[in-house]
């Protein structure tokens, strides 16, 4: 997961160039990066990420911080260039129906082909649940779940407070709360 | 029971993965577990590699100087507008909550029936913004103002119908919601009060419309202090203001590095305004985000976010009750 103690010698390294360096930041980001983009609904998730990283790569001597600064930086990136992709579609941002769900899943999903297929009803499943968050409860919820965020870290991204992020995230699970509750997901929720 | 309120420990470590202490919150802590497993991927080692090459190759060759970069500064775009409505949601909240399952029920010519028009302007008797002005009552209630006015906001955020015309009709109460906001524990009741006499004149007036905005404002500015309802006055105070959260004043700055990247931790005053990011009402949300990272803010000092707060206290409502009137 985090560099910890090597984020700032991975840091160096990466803004002189070094391969070793860049992957080491990829590997330790890219997986949630792309999680929050596909959990979000973006188009091209892949690309996405790709383009993300190359403006981090592109940027990387101007970047003051730590590796908490870091990580929120990355996902600003990503957030913001999800949107650029969803108004170029000229969409609202959305998740994805149960449709879309299984096509991406089929199109874009790595791993093996075995996974691919538990993967699948998951994502639909998971798909149903989260529909019922607000854009902002998703925002956060997935930064926090999928992207591995910290409080601070989700508000640093999204360019707001912690306060805001406690408070939508506390929304976002009693949401997913009642709805399992309800039945209302694959989940198969009966809380007592 | 889904009622019970998760505790901040629980929530944290459903959210890191870990099992919370209430055997309750399985399920849920399954399903969260579950997005998580869902969503989270391996990156296959060739692109990974192949990838990291290139990137590699582009920051040698990029620029080494140009200013800081780091995370996101707060949005402000459409937060003037909603700020407005999220203080006038809290000063509802605050007052009149109470009334709003009878008022929702009010026919025309019903003493509820003008609060009944109020609270359908700012959305709370259209299904789940009421359960959110309920919160907001309840945080106000402990005082967890800042917490109410996230709250509001994100109430705000789902309510898509809203124009602008319909949030200008909201200045008037944004004066009175902030008086109670601003004022401390001692004076709160009595302007709590007074709030309540404006929503009284406002079940009373026959006025609709921008008409009924303005009377409404009229009204609200016997109720805020002398000096904030000055508007000139107010335009030019500066910004002493506690706990006005709405962050009017953070309109899109040059995307300079002065470290305001974002309410962050602490400041808590920043944050029903940091919170007008995204989302919401299609219009608003993500002018900023738009903007790429090129202006994206230094990460380490993004918390200071010094133009957040400043002199809203009376100013948004002024402002905009200023281009309502005439």
Do not use: C
């Amino acid at each position: 997961m985090a560099l910890g103690d090597y984020f700032d010698s991975v840091l160096a390294a990466a803004r002189t160039g070094a391969a070793w360096a860049w992957e080491s930041l990829y590997r330790d980001l890219a997986g949630n990066v792309g999680g929050y983009l596909r959990s979000r609904g973006a188009p091209d998730v892949e690309d996405l990420v790709s383009e993300t990283f190359l403006s981090v790569a592109k940027d990387i001597h101007r970047f003051e911080g730590d590796e908490s600064d870091f990580r929120s930086w990355v996902f600003t990136i990503a957030h913001r260039r999800m949107q650029d992709a969803f108004r170029k579609r000229g969409r609202e941002v959305r998740t994805m129906d149960g449709d879309t769900a299984m096509e991406v899943a089929e199109t874009h999903w790595l791993g093996d082909t075995e996974s691919d297929a538990m993967n699948a009803m998951s994502l639909i499943e998971v798909e149903s649940l989260i529909s019922h968050l607000s854009e902002a409860q998703r925002d956060v919820l997935m930064l926090r779940v999928v992207g591995d965020l910290s409080v601070a870290e989700a508000a640093q991204a999204l360019g707001r407070s912690e306060g805001a992020v406690k408070a939508i995230q506390s929304r976002a699970l009693k949401v997913l709360r009642k709805k399992l509750a309800d039945g209302a997901s694959p989940f198969d929720g009966r809380e007592r | 029971m889904t009622s019970r309120r998760i505790s901040d420990a629980d929530v944290e470590a459903m959210l890191a993965g870990r099992r919370p202490a209430d055997p309750e919150l399985g399920v849920l802590s399954d399903a969260v577990d579950g997005i998580r497993r869902t969503y989270v991927t391996e990156m296959d080692d060739a692109h990974v590699v192949g990838l990291s090459g290139r990137l590699a190759a582009v920051a040698a060759a990029a620029p080494l100087d140009g200013g800081p970069v780091g995370a996101s500064r707060p949005s402000s775009s459409g937060t003037r507008r909603r700020g407005a409505i999220a203080l006038a949601l809290a000063g509802l909240g605050a007052v009149a909550f109470g009334g709003a399952a009878m008022a929702d029920e009010a026919a025309p010519g019903d003493f509820l029936y003008g609060l009944d028009r109020a609270l359908e302007v700012v959305g709370i008797n259209n299904g789940g913004a009421q359960e959110r002005l309920a919160e907001v009552q309840a945080l106000l209630a402990d005082d967890e103002v800042e917490q109410a006015l996230d709250t509001s906001v994100e109430a705000v955020e789902d309510m898509d119908g809203m124009d602008d015309d319909e949030a200008e009709e909201l200045t008037g109460l944004l004066h009175a919601a902030e008086s109670v906001l601003n004022e401390g524990s001692e004076q709160s009741l009595e302007r709590r009060e007074q709030v309540a006499a404006m929503l009284t004149f406002m079940t009373q007036t026959e006025l609709t419309g921008r008409e009924f905005g303005q009377a409404v404002s009229q009204h609200a500015r016997g109720i805020v202090e002398p000096e904030a309802a000055d508007e000139d006055a107010v335009a030019a105070e500066g910004g002493s203001g506690s706990e006005p959260a709405v962050e009017e004043d953070v309109t899109d700055e040059a995307p300079g590095n002065s470290g305001n990247a974002n309410g962050g931790a602490g400041n808590s005053k920043e944050g029903s305004g940091s919170s007008g990011s995204n989302a919401g009402g299609a219009k608003s949300g993500d002018d900023a985000g738009s903007s790429t990272d090129e202006d994206a803010k230094p990460g380490p000092n993004s918390n200071s976010n010094p133009n957040a707060t400043a002199d809203t206290r009376g100013n948004s409502g002024d402002k905009s009750k200023s281009t309502s009137k005439d």
